[in-house]
């Protein structure tokens, strides 16, 4: 009908928006972040990187869908109660079934986009964006080495240098980390040059010392001693082989489809189940923050509707509340992944769980008129 294609628009006009907006504001925060300091110490050009933070968008989206979806639709829904068109159109015999219809409609439609990117886009954006920067590191590794300062540019390094005199650095840290991100050696020298290879980076170390650390107990062993030592920082983003570094949050559906084959065993050994829970947990995740969109958006009907109010704050701060709870309720479900026998790929359907709840009960007040 007429009046529901009304709603529909207005409410799809008020959200893409606010989409708009929590888009650009989370691309500041990622160029604030990883590019403007690239850009400023003249270690990427301005182009290249507004490229770079461009592949961003679909990671970008599936945060700012939930908030701006929500700004939008407390902000459609408390205008119309405020100039009481609820009440006109249900005087007119229309159900608020009927009348809120369209913003269901709009929800779910947003929730299998969500769905889309979460298990497609969004991971192989955000891969190929870190990506991006450490195949750049790797072309140029000096403009990445600066004296006083951690550098994480290098996946499975992090290097350290006291000073720089042109192509040589003075005073070489390098910790090594294993698959867990912790220190697996440590090596120190006092000079050392840095030259682009086939497969990364050699690192040619001069007058300095080893030494690695135990898997149980962090203690060093013996340092070694060495006058002249090379060292091949291979670039693990970028090769096909064992040693490719892609953490399991950027698998798309297909990649992680065939982690939970490959680590389906009817003995249901200990190792393989826990990279089926980790690989599941991945996907459920993805999913369940999909259903979430849909089900923020059933909350935000009936708030609107008490809200009664024609300005747009009040509805962006409730829409930052819900969708911050909701993420801080993700947040905490994830902290069960330090423990191998919790369910946590089970548990992501938790924070899912309780908003439907909460859709639920704000429906039922709002029929019975609270």
Not at 114 to 131: E, Q, T
Request: aromatic share 12%.
């Amino acid at each position: 009908m007429l009046f529901q294609r009304h709603i529909f628009l207005q409410t799809l006009r008020a959200c893409v928006f606010a989409c708009l907006f929590f888009v650009g504001i989370l691309l500041i925060g990622n160029a604030t972040k990883d590019l403007l300091r690239l850009v400023t110490n003249g270690q990427m050009s301005f182009l290249f990187s507004l490229k770079t933070l461009l592949m961003l968008i679909p990671s970008v989206a599936t945060h700012a869908l939930p908030l701006g979806l929500v700004a939008g639709v407390l902000a459609t829904v408390g205008r119309m109660s405020a100039r009481n068109e609820f009440l006109i159109l249900q005087a007119s015999g229309v159900s608020m079934t009927r009348i809120v219809a369209p913003i269901f409609l709009l929800g779910f439609l947003a929730s299998l986009f969500a769905m889309g990117v979460n298990l497609l886009y969004a991971p192989r954006a955000i891969h190929f964006y870190r990506k991006s920067l450490r195949d750049l590191a790797f072309q140029d590794p000096m403009r990445f080495i600066r004296p006083n300062y951690f550098i994480k540019d290098f996946p499975g390094y992090v290097l350290f240098v006291d000073d720089q005199a042109g192509s040589s650095a003075i005073g070489v840290h390098i910790w090594e980390l294993d698959a867990c991100g912790k220190i697996d050696s440590f090596l120190y020298a006092a000079s050392g040059e840095f030259f682009k290879d086939a497969t990364g980076l050699l690192v040619m170390l001069s007058h300095g010392m080893t030494e690695r650390y135990g898997k149980i107990e962090f203690t060093p062993s013996p340092p070694i001693y060495f006058d002249n030592f090379i060292l091949n920082l291979t670039n693990k983003t970028s090769t096909d082989g064992k040693d490719w570094i892609k953490p399991l949050k950027h698998y798309d559906l297909f990649e992680l489809m065939a982690v939970l084959m490959e680590n389906v065993d009817p003995e249901f050994s200990q190792e393989k189940r826990r990279a089926f829970i980790a690989a599941n947990y991945v996907l459920q995740r993805h999913i369940a923050s999909a259903v979430a969109v849909f089900l923020l958006t059933a909350i935000a009907i009936p708030l609107g509707i008490r809200m009664k109010r024609k300005e747009n704050s009040a509805g962006t701060l409730i829409a930052l509340a819900l969708v911050l709870g909701y993420y801080f309720l993700t947040v905490a479900v994830s902290w069960g992944q330090a423990n191998p026998d919790f369910r946590v790929d089970l548990a992501a359907w938790g924070p899912v769980i309780g908003f439907a709840a909460v859709a639920i009960l704000l429906f039922i007040l709002r029929s019975r008129g609270k």
